[in-house]
């Protein structure tokens, strides 16, 4: 049920992103809505094997959805979760601004990771420097709109709270 | 604890870091490269690519077509709202359009009118059963008016001044019963003296004192004859439309259909001459052309 919610909202997700891609002025500014509920769902109560398989429905989903080459997203994905998880990132819990600079970087992450792929695969020249100021306005975007998924990721029927700071 | 058991996290991870990797290199391969676990990868995913795209595409349409509607109503209001607004623009120029026409035609009748005149704006209509008065603003000129001053329009005469109030003037149209207007049938000649019938569902007049040997045909015009200064002579009055002779009897009845059209009336000229001025030759030009740009007498 909780796996299917999840899989729901990020659906949702993404449908909003579709719509939000089209209301903004560029495309750089467009926020990549599944990083922060990949996110939460790296520092949430989700095994490993769990977290990640739901990270790659995600990322199947947004290679779908955004018409780019199947396993792009799917594999970035799940990076971006094996990466938040084995980081063992527990500033998340510290306050909006954390989440803001722990999305900011997932967003980096992400668009490392793509930027890597695609010298591989590709094997075109690349600007660079323009390659990258896309990747840090889209990280900008989707960390400043990441509170508000959060917010509704911890409210969803059967989601645990994520990991707070272990005191065992 | 099974030995999968240990290592399924790491199991699945590199299974899930391995399988897009893998077929993101196979999909960006051109097909003639594709060795045979690449064929493998794609032909066991396809079909679950198909069936997830098609799942998703229905999805994302679904979304889409409710928002290209909501585009489409919120268009449709501002179109309708567009097009409320240029009706309304359409109809303030239209209005436009004919009181300018209307006025321009006041001002060439002025200025072939050779009497003092003035223009006047109609602000109100009583029509009752017994009466038709119109009320006329006379804004311009303040304290020129007199009783029995001739309202004119460019189609002809619309009646005399009766009665003044502080800026306003009533004025009684030709197809008022009290009127009496001297006019003669232009093409013979023959006098009579035109009053209003007094008809609730038009405005008629007839033309009375008409001597019944006097050659008179539907499609006559009838204009003012001067006489008894009242109204300047030659001011086009109506056309007959009946005449009516009896076996016996002095008159035959004539009935005329007034030159302007009193229901529309806009902008009027009054004219300053009579009762003091009733020399003949100050027929307006304009009044004299017009039975013949309306159609003319036979």
């Known amino acids: 049920m909780t796996n299917a919610l999840m899989i729901a ?41 769990r977290g990640a398989t739901l990270a790659f429905v995600l990322g199947y989903l947004t290679d779908v959805a955004s018409s780019m080459p199947l396993g792009l ?23 909006m601004l954390f989440q803001i600079a722990l999305t900011f970087l997932g967003g980096l ?15 075109t020249a690349l600007a660079v420097r323009a390659t990258m100021v896309v990747v840090a306005s889209q990280s900008v975007a989707t960390a400043l709109v990441s509170p508000l998924v959060f917010a509704v990721a911890r409210r969803l029927p059967g989601v645990e709270a994520p990991r707070t700071t272990d005191r065992n | 604890m099974t030995l999968f058991q240990r290592y399924r996290d790491a199991i699945v991870c590199v299974v899930l870091l391995g399988l897009p990797f893998y077929y993101l290199r196979a999909s960006t391969r051109s097909p003639g490269h594709l060795g045979e676990i690449d064929r493998a990868v794609v032909a ?29 109503r919120r268009d449709n209001e501002r179109l309708r ?4 607004r240029s009706r309304a623009d359409a109809q303030r120029y239209r209005d436009a359009y004919e009181e ?41 000129d303040h304290g020129r ?52 019938t007094g008809e609730q569902n038009r405005y008629s007049a007839q ?17 003012t004859s001067g006489l008894g200064c009242r109204f300047p002579p030659g001011l086009l009055v109506g056309r007959v439309s009946a005449v009516t002779r009896q076996e016996f009897g002095l008159y035959q009845e004539v009935d005329v259909t007034p030159a302007v059209d009193f229901s529309r009336l806009g902008e009027v000229l009054v004219l300053v001459v009579p009762p003091a001025d009733c020399r003949p030759g100050l027929l307006p030009t304009t009044q004299r052309r017009t039975p013949a740009r309306s159609g003319g007498t036979p």
């Open chain 1, 9 to 49: 909202f990020g659906l949702c997700l993404l449908v909003i992103q579709g719509m939000v891609q089209r209301l903004v002025v560029s495309e750089q500014l467009c926020p990549m809505l599944v990083v922060p509920l990949v996110l939460h769902l790296a520092v949430g109560e989700f095994s490993l094997s």
């Open chain 1, 73 to 95: 997203y799917t594999f970035t994905i799940v990076a971006l979760f094996l990466f938040a998880r084995l980081a063992g990132l527990k500033l998340f819990l510290h306050g």
């Open chain 1, 109 to 123: 992450v992400v668009g490392l990771v793509m930027l890597g792929l695609h010298v591989i695969f590709e094997r």
């Open chain 2, 44 to 72: 066991l995913t396809s079909p679950l690519h198909y069936v997830g795209t098609t799942i998703a595409d229905g999805i994302f349409d679904v979304w889409d077509r409710y928002v290209y509607l909501i585009h489409v």
């Open chain 2, 81 to 84: 709202a567009e097009a409320a």
């Open chain 2, 100 to 140: 300018n026409r209307r006025l321009r035609r006041l001002l060439q009748l002025r200025v072939e009118t050779p009497i003092e005149s003035w223009a006047a704006q109609v602000v109100a209509r009583d029509t009752t059963p017994f009466f038709r008065v119109n009320r006329v603003a006379i804004a311009a």
């Open chain 2, 145 to 196: 008016a007199r009783d029995g001053m001739p309202v004119i329009t460019y189609d002809g005469l619309v009646g005399k001044i009766d009665g003044v109030v502080g800026r306003y003037a009533n004025v009684t149209l030709v197809a008022d019963t009290r009127s009496a207007v001297d006019a003669m049938v232009e093409r013979t000649g023959a006098r009579g003296i035109v009053h209003g």
């Open chain 2, 207 to 223: 033309l009375a004192y008409l001597q019944r040997t006097d050659d008179v045909r539907v499609g006559d015009t009838v204009v």
